[in-house]
């Protein structure tokens, strides 16, 4: 009558596909919620899923229902002090005192909130951006390549013979060589034992046949000799291992964080260029497999130093952009070999600079920094005007194609920046 | 004595599991409960999510809708605001009861007495099950309607079948017969049929819509012919049969939208008295389990634990309060129903002759076959249990400036308390009654919806957008008029095409 069941191992996502189709529905306003999350959130929480919190309005599933209003009796438990023909006063909202259902921790009723995973959350936060001209520069740098298998070959190195298959073709050279000697020698044999004398015949017939006895012995020690002559193996059956070099796209990238720390970038600014910093990290995580991140921060001179210490320290002073240019240079000339290392870069600043350390600035870009560079990101983070070293990165854009710059005014531009620098280009 | 019981630890084995269902089955059998045959599953955690958000069903066509309660419910069961109820069990034959692995055996041993025996009893003795659900032919439908809504949004696009879906499901309440017991399902005569009806009603659509008849009758002829003659309460039925300008796949998703509100249109009416039933049953077998010294103390105070928690009451003023708990109401109805016939008192003498100490399993066995919400509450709720439940009853007037306590738990209360509660559970008052009214078939094919409104209610915002999914499966102007108690007629919403 009754039969159980184990279902345990039956497909469990089930709901996968209405959930994607979920998702997909609502995508707008899930963008949304992941925009604002991004710019209330630090790099370390940025790689775990969501939570996400979407208006139930936007989402409802309409049903035809009465509405407050009319005339309407219920009955509710728990009595307690209530005669027939009290009155109360009316519950300023849910009509005849429904009671507030109860709180779920304080979570709007209003909204729906569930947790996208990492990968959704990342998908939609990095959704049409990519960067610029990534598959061109990609196959640019096909500069390392990984040795795979390929087959066997009859020609190569000692170190790589491939034993199980030499004697295999040895043993089989063998037996096609001695082939025919053996067909021969086994009718010799044969022959030979029909010769034995029988008792009583002949005399000149004996000796017939102790010719013939003496020729046959003759063949068939010949024929062992060249059986034997077959050599165990031969230079001919000896089979190497065959590998081959495939060229690989370079799975690591490096990318130079370049922050003025002078005493123009307050708190403020500096949270913003985080931010900032973070967005482009998180995309270089995508694509890369391996993602080394050099801080380098500046006043009047350059220093390399720890994420920490790139965003929480404070010095004074002036500045001088060109210092942390050359220190980034350096660092690339002996570090980063351009053939295995795809580059980026990513400054923010304030703008300041001294007036002829710009045009300097310009120079060092140009001749030497931008040609192996993949992407140079520049944001300015002031409401003010421009100065000098706006202008002079502006020629650098002119020039390259690859240089980005954008002046952004606070933590909530961030986003629209980011999309906008690394949008995808139509080509 | 401790030699007869069926475990001693917590952990559960599908020996343990056949076992238990066999005594539990016997225990039933005794007490005379008829069910459809069992088929118990076990499932994971993650596959119960699954379960709950394709209504319970095991198999269902895909919607956003589903992904929305799958994520909320896995939303609140990560952050534990929820245990997942610890069965689904579906009306369909044999009778299908999920088991969670987490589960102690206990646990497995309450579900297995509830939903096996408790829900699957009742599915398939109550009249509204009999008359309105099909439970041999309801998975095969579902896959074929799985099927056949896979196949057009292969052919017609995924966009064009979720828009139809969404307006579908908008109206779902609104797609059953209330009167008019439906026809058996079968999923292998829809497959046959399904082209032959496909055609045939296209040519009916044809038909009604046909070139207008010469101008000199129309003048005559054409003043009031009112289509339909009578209003329709079933808006998907008519929509399927006469909506002018739906795709053959578009009336049979209409269709498929329907046959299944149907199959759901008992569940909504009986759920007081369905997990009543069920609740008293897993107490009744369970306890039996244990005066026959199959279980142990260690058994009965995990299981008395979990069943205190799911008939627990809150009161209105506690914080928990959300309405009325089903499964109190219920357990405590069909408790007090064996009360009256094993130990009635005067006051049960002359509110319950004809029951009182009466034979406890005949009667609860009639009062489950022939009744649904509103009218067991309404024969059944005794003057004791509203004493108990200290009930008491609220009227919201909302052309007064107070409420009023119209009743409480006295000897004047007691049948106005027992009448607005059933009334709460009447479906017909608890939905806004909403018709099919007029078609203008000779000018602008616009439809006209009445809405009668019950003690002034109005309906809630949500009015408009359901217009607009109207008009989109008429394909014309759609408009919702409401008549109101001193008989006018007010036009509330409109949806232009």
Same mark, same amino acid.
Request: glycine residues 6%; proline residues 4%; negative net charge.
């Given at each position: ?15 996968a ?28 929480d940025?790689d775990?899923?969501e939570k ?8 409802s ?30 519950p300023?909202q849910?009509?005849?005192g ?18 996208l995973s ?28 990984k ?17 199980v ?8 050279r ?31 017939e004996q ?9 046959l012995?003759e063949e068939?020690r010949?024929?062992?000799r060249?059986i034997?002559?077959?050599p ?23 990318m ?8 123009s970038?307050?708190e403020?600014r ?31 001179t350059?220093k390399?130093v720890?994420?920490?210490e ?10 001088v ?11 690339i ?8 290392w ?5 400054q ?13 600035c ?5 001749n ?17 005007r ?9 020629r650098?854009?002119?020039?390259c194609p ?9 933590a ?5 920046v ?10 | ?5 069926i ?7 599908f020996?343990l599991?056949?076992?238990y ?17 069992n ?7 993650e ?11 095991p198999?269902n ?14 939303q609140?069961y990560?952050r534990?605001h ?7 069990v ?7 009861a ?6 102690t ?15 699957n ?29 896979a ?17 579908c499901?908008?109206?779902m309440?609104?797609g059953?017969?209330r ?8 999923a ?48 998907l ?9 739906l795709k ?20 909504r ?13 897993h ?6 389990l ?13 299981f008395l ?13 506690s914080?928990y309060?959300?309405?009325i ?6 357990f405590?109805m ?10 009635p ?13 009466s ?6 066995d009639?009062?489950? /076959?022939?009744?649904?919400?509103e &009218?067991? *509450? ?5 003057? @004791?249990? $509203? #004493?108990?439940f ?5 009227l919201?007037?909302?052309s /007064?400036?107070?409420?009023?306590? &119209?009743? *409480?738990?006295d000897?004047?209360?007691? @049948?106005? $308390? #027992? ?5 709460q ?14 078609v203008n ?18 309906l ?38």
């Amino acid at each position: 009558m009754t039969q159980v069941i184990d279902r345990r191992l039956n497909g469990r996502n089930k709901s996968a596909v209405n959930r994607q189709r979920f998702i997909r529905r609502f995508k707008s306003q899930i963008k949304r919620a992941v925009a604002d999350a991004v710019s209330s959130r630090h790099i370390d929480d940025i790689d775990d899923g969501e939570k996400i919190n979407i208006p139930a309005r936007d989402m409802s599933e309409p049903v035809f229902q009465h509405g407050p209003g009319g005339r309407r009796e219920a009955v509710h438990p728990g009595n307690t002090d209530f005669v027939t023909g009290d009155r109360i006063k009316r519950p300023p909202q849910g009509g005849a005192g429904q009671g507030g259902k109860a709180g779920n921790s304080g979570e709007g009723e209003d909204d729906f909130a569930f947790q996208l995973s990492r990968e959704e959350f990342l998908e939609l936060f990095f959704e049409d951006l990519a960067l610029p001209d990534l598959v061109k520069t990609q196959l640019a740098t096909l500069t390392d390549f990984k040795s795979v298998r390929a087959g066997y070959t009859s020609d190569g190195v000692p170190s790589n013979i491939n034993i199980v298959r030499s004697l295999r073709g040895a043993l089989a050279r063998r037996i096609a060589l001695r082939g025919p000697h053996m067909q021969r020698l086994r009718e010799a044999k044969a022959e030979l034992t029909a010769l034995q004398p029988v008792p009583g015949t002949v005399d000149d017939e004996q000796q017939t046949s102790d010719r013939q006895v003496a020729a046959l012995e003759e063949e068939i020690r010949h024929l062992k000799r060249r059986i034997e002559a077959i050599p165990f193996i031969d230079t001919f059956d000896l089979r190497y291992n065959n590998r081959i070099k495939q060229p690989v796209p370079s799975t690591q990238a490096v990318m130079f964080c370049l922050m003025d720390v002078s005493g123009s970038m307050d708190e403020i600014r500096k949270d913003t260029a985080k931010r900032f910093f973070i967005l482009l990290y998180l995309f270089l995580k995508r694509n890369y497999e391996r993602i080394e991140v050099v801080f380098i921060r500046h006043h009047t001179t350059a220093k390399e130093v720890d994420e920490d210490e790139f965003f929480h320290s404070r010095e004074t002073g002036g500045t001088v952009v060109s210092s942390a240019l050359e220190l980034m240079h350096e660092t690339i000339r002996e570090r980063y070999p351009a053939s295995e290392w795809n580059m980026y870069a990513a400054q923010a600043s304030d703008g300041d600079n001294w007036d002829n350390d710009s045009p300097k600035c310009r120079d060092l870009l140009l001749n030497r920094i931008m040609p192996c560079l993949q992407y140079f990101a520049y944001v300015e983070i002031t409401p003010d005007r421009h100065q000098s070293l706006w202008q002079e990165y502006g020629r650098v854009a002119d020039i390259c194609p690859h240089f980005a710059m954008q002046q952004i005014e606070s933590a909530q531009d961030i986003y629209p920046v980011f999309r906008e620098l690394f949008r995808k280009r139509v080509t | 004595m401790t030699a007869k019981l069926i475990s001693e630890s917590s952990e559960w084995t599908f020996e343990l599991i056949e076992r238990y269902d066999g005594e539990i089955a016997r225990i039933a059998a005794g007490y005379g409960l008829d069910t459809y045959p069992n088929q118990i599953e076990v499932i994971t955690a993650e596959q119960m999510m699954d379960a709950y958000s394709s209504v319970g069903m095991p198999v269902n066509y895909h919607h956003w809708s589903f992904g929305k309660q799958f994520l909320g419910v896995e939303q609140r069961y990560k952050r534990g605001h929820m245990g997942l109820a610890y069965e689904i069990v579906i009306n369909s034959n044999p009778c299908i009861a999920y088991l969670m692995e987490e589960n102690t055996i206990t646990m497995q041993a309450l579900v297995i007495a509830h939903a096996a025996y408790g829900h699957n009893s009742f599915f398939k003795n109550n009249y509204l099950f009999q008359t309105w659900t099909n439970a041999d032919a309801i998975v095969d439908y579902l896959l074929f309607a799985r099927k056949y809504i896979a196949e057009c949004e292969q052919r017609h696009g995924e966009k064009e079948v979720e828009l139809l879906l969404d307006s579908c499901h908008a109206l779902m309440n609104y797609g059953v017969d209330r009167y008019k017991r439906p026809s058996r399902l079968s999923a292998e005569q829809e497959r046959r049929r399904q082209k032959e009806r496909e055609d045939y009603r296209q040519s009916q659509v044809n038909d009604l819509w046909r070139t207008l008849p010469p101008r000199k009758e129309t003048a005559s002829t054409h003043d009031e012919q009112h289509f339909p003659s009578e209003p329709q309460e079933n808006l998907l039925y008519f929509i399927e049969k006469n909506a002018p300008l739906l795709k053959p796949w578009q009336r049979e998703i209409v269709r498929i939208v329907r046959k299944v509100a149907q199959y759901f249109y008992p569940q909504r009416q009986t759920q007081v008295m369905n997990e009543g039933w069920a609740t008293f049953w897993h107490y009744t077998l369970l306890n039996t389990l244990y005066d026959e010294g199959l279980v142990g103390d260690g058994f009965m105070i995990e299981f008395l634990q979990s069943h205190t928690n799911v008939v627990a009451q809150p009161a209105y003023d506690s914080q928990y309060y959300s309405g009325i708990n089903p499964y109190a109401l219920g357990f405590a109805m069909m408790t007090d129903l064996r009360r009256i016939c094993e130990k009635p008192t005067d006051e049960d003498r002359h509110w319950f002759p004809d029951i009182a100490g009466s034979d406890w399993v005949k009667t609860l066995d009639f009062a489950m /076959r022939n009744f649904k919400d509103e &009218s067991f *509450i309404a024969q059944y709720l005794s003057p @004791r249990l $509203i #004493r108990e439940f200290k009930l008491f009853s609220v009227l919201d007037d909302d052309s /007064r400036d107070q409420l009023e306590i &119209s009743a *409480i738990h006295d000897e004047k209360g007691y @049948r106005n $308390i #027992r009448q607005s509660l059933a009334e709460q559970y009447n479906l017909g008052s608890r939905e806004p009654d909403i018709q099919i009214y007029n078609v203008n078939r000779r000018g602008d094919r616009s439809l006209t919806l009445r809405h009668t409104q019950y003690n002034r209610r109005p309906l809630d915002g949500s009015a408009d957008e359901i217009v607009k999914h109207i008009a989109r499966l008429w394909g014309f102007t759609v408009r919702l008029e409401s008549a109101l108690e001193n008989d006018n007629i007010e036009l509330t919403h409109e949806c232009r095409v």
